[in-house]
Nanobody, 124 residues
């Protein structure tokens, strides 16, 4: 069992930056690959980024590639999402998720554990 708690969301102007954190409790955090997803009002939840258990492999949605960076610190049981050059279309609730698969990938249904989400709002 893994519990996930996101933090770091907020209101930022276009072009600004935020760093989201996802703190995990429970056993064997380093055994889980992690993902970030987001859901904007009236839209389906979509993949943002994923990272393998070791941090050696990462994957990004085309819409955020080059602007967002996913990382993890297994000693702190935390995964991060650094978001630069934010755009109004990045506005959404951001969720972190965990899966025992080696690399969770882009399919949200491959993830077992989810956090409650943190709101990111980017003003134009």
């Amino acid at each position: 069992q893994v519990q996930l708690v996101e933090s770091g969301g907020g209101l930022v102007q276009a072009g600004g930056s935020l760093r989201l954190s996802c703190a995990a409790s429970g056993r064997h955090f380093s055994s889980y690959s992690m993902g970030w997803f987001r859901q904007a009002p009236g839209k389906e939840r979509e993949f943002v980024a994923a990272i393998s258990w070791s941090g050696g492999n990462t994957d990004y949605a085309d819409s955020v590639k080059g602007r967002f960076t996913i990382s993890r610190d297994n000693a702190k049981n935390t995964v991060y999402l650094r978001m630069n050059s934010l755009k109004p279309e990045d506005t959404a609730v951001y969720y972190c998720a965990a899966t025992a698969q080696a690399m969770g990938g882009r399919d949200q249904y491959s993830y077992t554990y989810w956090g409650q989400g943190t709101q990111v709002t980017v003003s134009s």
